[in-house]
């Protein structure tokens, strides 16, 4: 063999290597960071924190959205199709309105996966049209259906699911008799989790995909204020709770919401690790509208098991996120509401 075809073989052999290792590290079960061509921020210097005044949630505000979850795990499995999935979207329908919250349900059925998702919108009227948008996901993981035996199970999601839709329909009336300077919407997304048991963006985040092209065609031909910024929660309700510095975040946000996790004494569920993952605020992020995560999955170890269950909830931490997601909102109406970007 030539010296020359030696070489091609070997720089064959290390360039198959490279992509077998690309795809390997493509279907790593948790990864969630860099699905997406966005920049990672830098952690946030937490020594530099705004001062923010408290303005916790009413005491019971953790249990109320603790019955929530329970009603909610009572459906079982809550993604397209299941019987759990239009329970749910009812109770959700059902308690804003009780809550004296205007509603609209966005249905659609996705034309390549040809599945039928609803997104809930809720909107409560602000002195101001900017909106403040506080989001969640309601679908849960499909654990069925898929090629390996390990990824077929019973999942219902307490806080994978419906901790976030918990805590959004337990502070719902309060927002709805605050003195709200900016629009808030209550957004509700449907398929968050990936059709594939690895997480795969382009067959995820379905729901947020829809509501931010749609939010930006009614904003181009003015039927809809700016989002001035998101806060969306995900996993909010394990007793044992840390929130991570999610870090495609806009630091803004970041900082705010440190701020508020400090201002209401609450720096031990917060920021204590540093990770960036893809969920329902990308979309957002790259249509230039500032979002934070308020996510704990980095040290979670119930994620996607069967162990996702009420057992391993607390009140106590559904309370703790509602007091800094409540803290974090007036500082974003006098930062970020009314004030060009
Ligand atoms: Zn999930």
Redesign the pocket.
């Known amino acids: 063999m030539s010296h020359l075809l030696k070489r091609l073989l070997v720089l064959l052999g290390l360039a198959c290597g490279a992509a077998l290792a690309l795809m390997l590290a493509a279907k790593s079960p948790a990864n969630r960071s860099g699905g997406r061509a966005l920049g990672q921020g830098r952690p946030i210097d937490r020594e530099d924190a705004l001062a923010l005044a408290a303005s916790p949630a009413p005491d019971g505000v953790g249990d109320r959205a603790m019955d929530h979850c329970r009603a909610l795990v009572a459906f079982g499995p809550r993604y397209f199709g299941r019987p759990g999935w239009s329970q749910q979207l009812d109770y959700i329908v059902d308690e804003l309105e009780r809550s004296g919250v205007s509603t609209e349900r966005d249905t659609w059925t996705d034309r390549r996966e040809l599945i039928t998702l609803s997104n809930v919108i809720a909107t409560i009227p602000g002195r101001r049209p900017e909106r403040v948008v506080l989001a969640c996901h309601h679908d849960t ?1 499909c654990t069925t259906g898929h090629p390996v035996d390990a990824h077929n199970f019973h999942f219902i ?1 307490a806080n ?2 419906a901790s976030g839709v918990g805590l959004l329909l337990a502070i719902a009336p309060l927002l709805a008799k605050r003195d709200n300077k900016a629009t808030i919407q209550l957004v509700f997304f449907d398929g ?2 990936s059709l594939d048991f690895d997480w795969n963006v382009d067959r995820a985040l379905f729901g947020s995909k829809r509501f931010v092209r749609r939010d930006v065609d009614a904003r181009r031909s003015g039927a809809a204020a700016p989002i001035a910024a998101v806060i969306l929660l995900d996993m909010v309700g394990r007793a044992d709770m840390q929130i991570q510095e999610e870090l495609y975040s806009s630091p803004q946000l970041r900082r705010i919401c440190w701020s508020a996790a400090v201002a209401t004494g609450h720096e031990e569920s917060f920021f204590q690790v540093a990770e960036a993952a893809t969920d329902d605020h990308v979309p957002f992020l790259e249509a230039g509208i500032p979002a934070v995560d308020l996510i704990d999955l980095k040290q979670n170890p119930y ?2 098991t069967a162990r996702d269950t009420l057992e391993v909830m607390a009140p106590a931490s559904l309370q703790t996120t509602a007091d800094v997601v409540l803290t974090m909102l007036p500082a974003i109406e006098s930062g970020l509401v009314g004030t060009p970007r």
């Open positions: 993981k999601g994978d699911g968050e989790e994620w996607h």
